[in-house]
């Protein structure tokens, strides 16, 4: 019986730690992500790595690839890989002090729905919606992209319809046994780049598009043209408030075009999520943050004018009720009062961290 590769093994103790990340790299000990906090191995359970095992493991890891890269040429690489029957991961490959690094993402093998996410209600009125464009956005690892699957794999289950999406790379996988049905494209593999994608997918009979992550001028332009030709476009943006994801996409333009492009944004705009994962205040685990704008006739009017930015937040606020709507810092005092997160990490990741703490008598 063949023996179990090293970065295989190191993999399942990840799965069994509950580890979100797996970090190896050339001479440093082996690094985990649990609960979102770093966590080292010993050396005397797991010694560090050398070239030559670093090298063996990338080799294991890309065995099955179709085109087999040169080890020693690359500087960053990612893929998936799978441990049948145990787990799926997410690889990325990087050059580091000229020797290498792993770093692989746990992906569920199941995709959560809303409840296991601990989700609100409002993630179920998105997912009805039949065009226009949801943005979800957060800094990595925030758990944006698994938020999202659970949004199409909800629609796939309710509804007949095609949904296109552009991955890099695959993580979930979708059951084609639901009413609706998902192709999905991984860049590099399936198609050359997110615009050639988009521009695809537009050809291939989508009700939904899930577009990745929007990057720059053309893949917003793109998106915005889906959503204005009846689709329902979602995307990603790495950015950590509502008002900064629309800033973030306002950056990508020139300012004598940037009148349009909030004109387009007031019109199609669905939604901005934006979320982050905060450790529990008892117990293992992490739970979601979330700021939700929703657009309405007020946020429409205050997108269109950059001046009145700093309204929205409290418009968000005052919306809850009524909309679904709430900002971080309004999520975060909800959690903090039914004691789910502590005072200490709430504050450090506030907003406005001196009117979040005047709301605690804290100022």
Do not use: C
């Not at 890269?69 to 998936?80: G, K, T, V």
């Amino acid at each position: 019986m063949a023996r179990t590769s090293l970065i295989d093994e190191l993999l399942l103790i990840a799965k069994k730690n509950s580890a979100s990340d797996l970090i190896v790299r050339t001479g440093d000990r082996i690094r985990m992500r649990i609960n979102g906090d770093l966590v080292t191995v010993p050396v005397e359970k797991i010694s560090e790595p050398d070239r030559d095992q670093t090298i063996a493991m990338i080799h294991h890891l890309v065995r099955d690839l179709p085109v087999q890269p040169d080890i020693e040429e690359i500087q960053n690489l990612d893929f998936h890989y799978t441990l049948p029957g145990a787990a799926h991961f997410r690889v990325h490959i990087l050059r580091t002090h000229n020797n290498f690094g792993i770093v692989a993402r746990l992906i569920p093998q199941h995709i959560p729905d809303f409840t296991a996410l601990r989700l609100p209600p409002i993630f179920e009125q998105l997912t009805g919606y039949r065009n226009g464009l949801i943005l979800m956005a957060g800094a990595a690892g925030s758990g944006k992209t698994t938020s999202m699957a659970a949004m199409l794999n909800h629609m796939i289950r309710h509804r007949p319809v095609h949904a296109v999406t552009l991955e890099d790379p695959v993580e979930f996988r979708y059951d084609n046994s639901y009413r609706g049905t998902v192709s999905q494209r991984e860049l590099g593999t399936d198609v050359a780049s997110y615009k050639q994608g988009l521009i695809d997918a537009l050809r291939e009979t989508p009700d939904i598009i899930v577009a990745g992550e929007v990057r720059g001028r053309e893949e917003i332009q793109l998106a915005l043209q889906a959503a204005e030709t009846g689709h329902l476009v979602m995307a990603t943006v790495h950015a950590t408030t509502a008002i900064g994801t629309m800033q973030r996409i306002m950056g990508s333009f020139p300012h004598d075009e940037q009148a349009g492009i909030r004109e387009r944004l007031s019109e199609n705009l669905r939604a901005i999520v934006v979320q982050k994962l905060l450790p529990m205040k008892h117990g293992k685990g992490r739970i979601v943050v979330l700021e939700i704008m929703i657009r309405n006739s007020v946020i429409r009017h205050f997108i269109l004018d950059p001046s009145h930015w700093s309204n929205i937040v409290r418009a968000m606020e005052e919306g809850h009720a009524l909309y679904g709507s709430q900002s971080f810092d309004q999520h975060l005092t909800r959690l903090v009062e039914d004691d789910l997160v502590s005072y200490e990490q709430a504050l450090a990741n506030a907003v406005h961290r001196e009117d979040f703490a005047l709301h605690f008598g804290k100022a």
